[in-house]
């Protein structure tokens, strides 16, 4: 019996590594994508499935086990379970991988310490790590150790990152000029500096906060061990100004925010914008490897986008995430920026989660991931952290609300609600007070969500609660002002839930963290706001939006650092000064306030 189980285990192993890609030889678009180590999103992500993560065997390999299909046409090919009958969008595997990898890149800090030239073998090299790779090149005359690579014969020095400061005062206004809402050209002016040392400064701060966040981030995980977490992700869209001929463009920079609601930590801020890659040089390599005849989960480039796909798409895809304001104020003009290139949203976006997981750890509790909207990305997710995910320890919400609505609606939908509350408390008196002592629910609200799962699923079976809550959502109809007409779509109730922990997930659920830090950055960031026409008419831009996109990418890792280090919470919360805390403090990455003087001198 054990020996037919190991024959049939070897059989369904070979009939998986024939239903993909091999990394080697022709590619086929009847197989599922290349994987990269075993790493792959592309199987059923349907985390109420019983062929949930296991890898794709198609019927035209093996049709007595086969799990599901390759179906659809160009971009739209998908793989489609035979146990559900769900279908998931095919992604590259690879693409997901180097975006990752340039992520945590960004996230592991600046090494100073490897040879400058970007052409020589050794610039990757750092030199503690390759000692043997350089000779020691003497000091400089302040007493900085000097080293020279032996392979290009380039010397550089390793000492304090402000070693060429002469006036650090000067930075640090320039820091609280820059996160509190004053434009580039009057920082210039209130500071007195020139416009080419303007930007040097805001390099090195760039640089500091980011090494500063990388060495603090080692310790996020133990803010999560052994805790209940919610994190909320979603994207917002700036615009940057680009001169091209006699014109000037927008170009459309993803910004990506994972908050934890608890301590409103933002666990991670990254951007869409590589500025070490070229779009037109990708597209020429393309052509080469005929990659443009495969649908692009099967690209060998499919991670950023080439210059001719992204001219006839973009106005499409970025008119999806922009506002109606900002449609209008853009006069449909985005385009490329000069230099770098632009990753795809779908790779993006997956790729920080997969950073978010990495900085998190899986040593918390319980995680709740609340994704804005976007259920193909949700789903994603549920692969991303499977493991936790089959274990009970990890869930994924979609949550969509109502946007844009006016400020007298949505009190009017606040009222309501609460109308609505106290008349479900009434008429779920008797389930709310079995609620509360089954579960040992603390409030009103978790013993009132619990009262109504009980009385719509509790003669039910678990698996159409699951689906229910996955497919239909929970309709929060106790409106809150942030979130008007919420509806909650549960992915990951698999069954093992009770109804207590099942309100709790559903009663904190929410995008409100991330949305208020949105807010926060339009606020404070000049050239992050929307802007507004100019009085010419000729051409549409953003008066105070930055005509480089990588400050797009510099100032937002410097206000993520300013925001969890240096940020105390507000005086509205009743706290004296002495016991208000910086988000950072909150979790558990600093033990106090962090001063300019400490980013300045940190090396």
Known sequence: MICLMAIKSNDLKYAEKLSKN?????????????????????ACRNALCSSFTLPPILHSVNAGHARGQIKGSSENRSYYCNECGKSSRLKSNTALVEEYARLRTLNRGTDRERCPNEACLSHGVPQSLMPSAYRVHGKTPKGDPRFQCKSCKKTFSIGSPKRRHRETKETGEILRLLVNNVPLRRIMEISGVPADRLYRRIDFLYHQCRDFSARKDRNLRKGFAGRNRVVAFDVQTILANWRH???????????????DKQTGYVIAATTDFDPGTDAVDIEREMYQVDDFDLPRAWRLHGRVWAYGEYRDSVLRGVNNLLTEGEKALSGNTFDLPGEGSRVRGDIFQAAHIMMVKKLIGSDYRQLLLCVDGDSGLAHIANMLFANDVMAGKAHVAD????????NRRRVTLTNEGEAVRQLDVSAHQKLMDIAGSAYGLETDMTRLVAARLLAKYGAVYSGQR???????????????????EQIIRLLTDRGDLSFGDLAILLSRSSMAPVDKYFALVRRRIKAFDRGARPTSGETTWYVNAFYDPRMIEKV???????????LLESAEGGKPKAERQTPAMKIGTAKGLVYIRDVLSFS
């Open 399 to 406: 949550v969509r609300f109502t946007k844009g609505l006016r």
């Open 22 to 42: 091999s990394s080697r030889g022709a590619i086929s678009q009847k197989l599922a994508p290349r994987t990269v180590g075993g790493f792959s999103v592309n």
């Open 466 to 484: 699951g689906q229910d809550l996955s497919s239909n959502g929970y309709d929060w109809k106790y409106h809150r002002k942030e979130e008007p």
């Open 245 to 259: 001929a006699h014109r000037v463009l927008n170009v459309p920079v993803h910004h990506a925010v994972t908050v």
């Open 556 to 566: 937002a890792t410097i206000f993520r650092f300013y925001y969890n280090y240096m």
